[in-house]
């Protein structure tokens, strides 16, 4: 199973996509892999890399042509995550949110917020996050609380959100908020804003930004609090149709998901790499561990699970990209890639035994880095309810 030959038997990639996926190969080999455990240890925000990434242009992969971006699909976009969380998950956490803004402008926004903001999040000047959980509510999104009233040409916002990734960075926000809290069933009265504010500012026009969140893992990358206080936000920034915010979300949540899938199986690509080579340099009992019977069971087991993953999310990922709806293959991705993925993970730093346990060796970041996965953009179980609920449909007695 050679690296890069991800599901190849199942896919027909383009030339433009191998391309783009070998540079950014190349590119993380190159420049992330040397750099990424010392900046994960310092929690340091990745600026060269993010420069860099800017310059391949990687945040435009998915804006469209005529806005200055590369016009390529989520495919594309998806094995780019690959790669990118093979060298460092939190690189395409910065990206992930951006993609999901650009998604949603793309497919609701009007021809002037396209203009407005689609050519700089191409170039990655304008970087995005997207928001809708709260202190009270993640899973349970209709629960939110955040209020945005009508007065005149613009809303009114007043609310706390939790665990904004890039909320610091970002310059522009994607929103969940509530309209009309007496709406039943309550989805109905929830709408999206695209709120602008200065990046790197811990206050901006009444929205105030806490210290980071600290975290086990994920570092590098931040996540915030956002905290609203009369926040004007113009009638003109409103995605779509106020009512309708809670269907658009969940339509880029499908994107987010097949991000998160993708992010697994890079990391879960790394650490069996990093499992399979020091198992082959470490001896224990006169002779390399590789060839003790058990570390061999671990190895097939991981490589098998990473396979299936590889799979699974490129079924998830062309289905996406075709238009079509996905909530099933999305959801079924994004549980088996991130559960396999924190499997593959446990198993790599069982297989390089105390030093797996040393900040010396990569895995022991991505020991820390792997839970996440099974929590963002929907927990596991979260996915298996949206699974059980399709197939219930589908398979209707
Ligand atoms: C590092 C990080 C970054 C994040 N970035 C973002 C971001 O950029 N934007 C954003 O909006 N959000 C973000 N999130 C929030 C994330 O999406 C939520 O944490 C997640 O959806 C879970 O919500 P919760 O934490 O409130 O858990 P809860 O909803 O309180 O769930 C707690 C537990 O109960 C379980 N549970 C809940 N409901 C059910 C049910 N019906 N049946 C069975 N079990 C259930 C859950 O699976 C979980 O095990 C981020 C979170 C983290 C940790």
New binding site residues.
Partial sequence: MARGEIGSALVDLTDEQRAIIETVRDFVDREVIPVADELEHRDEYPEKIVEQMKELGLFGLTAPEEYGGAGLDLLTYALVGVELSRGWMSLS?IM??HFMGIYLLKKYGTDAQKERWLPRMATGELRA?????????????QAIQTRAVRDSDAYVVNGS???????LRAGLVTL?VKTDPTADPPHKGMSVLMVEKEPEATTFEGITIPPN?E?MG?HGVE?TELVFADHRVPAENLLGEEGAGFRYIMDGIEVGRVNVAARAVGLATRAFEEAIRYAQERTAFGKPIAQHQMIQEKLAEMGTKLEAARLMLLQAAKKKSAGERSDLEAGMAKYFCTEACHEIVTDALRVHGGYGYSTEYTIERLYRDAP?LL????????Q??VISRQLLERYRA
């Avoid at 959100?161 to 909320?167: A, L, Q, S």
């Avoid at 929590?375 to 979260?382: D, L, V």
């Fill in positions: 956490g992930n949110t996050a997207l928001s809708m959980s709260e202190p009270g509510a993640g899973s349970d999104v959100k939790m665990w904004v990734t890039n909320g969940l969140i975290k994920y996540t996440f929590i963002g953009e929907g927990t596991s179980e979260i298996k309810l």
